[in-house]
């Protein structure tokens, strides 16, 4: 069982930056895949990134690709979603997933375990 907290999110200017986290409960927090979703209201969850057990290995939606760096710290059982150049159409509650696999996966039901969300609003 894992239990997944993000925070970081708020409101930003177009162009700006913000750096969400995602704390983890558990000792074998090392063990999975962490990926980060995003979802606005009538609209599917949609794959931003993911980061494999150690690091080595990382995914990205094309249209964050450049703008975004998921990278974790398996000390502080906590994986981070840097994000840079932001846009308008990064608004979005964004959620981050732990999938129990060696998979670095793009798809949500790939991922076990969720938090609750945090809202990232950019303005224009």
């Known amino acids: 069982q894992v239990q997944l907290v993000e925070s970081g999110g708020g409101l930003v200017q177009a162009g700006g930056s913000l750096r969400l986290s995602c704390a983890a409960s558990?000792?074998?927090?090392?063990?999975?895949?962490m990926g980060w979703f995003r979802q606005t209201p009538g609209e599917e969850r949609d794959f931003v990134a993911a980061?494999?057990?150690?690091?080595?290995?990382?995914n990205y939606a094309d249209s964050v690709k450049g703008r975004f760096t998921i990278s974790r710290d398996n000390t502080r059982n906590t994986v981070y979603l840097q994000m840079n150049s932001l846009r308008p159409e990064d608004t979005a509650v964004y959620y981050c997933?732990?999938?129990?696999?060696?998979?670095?996966?793009?798809?949500?039901?790939?991922?076990?375990?969720w938090g609750q969300g945090t809202q990232v609003t950019v303005s224009s």
């Open positions: 997933a732990a999938d129990p696999s060696v998979r670095v996966s793009t798809t949500p039901w790939s991922y076990d375990y």
């Open positions: 558990g000792r074998t927090f090392s063990k999975y895949a």
């Open positions: 980061i494999s057990w150690g690091g080595g290995r990382t």
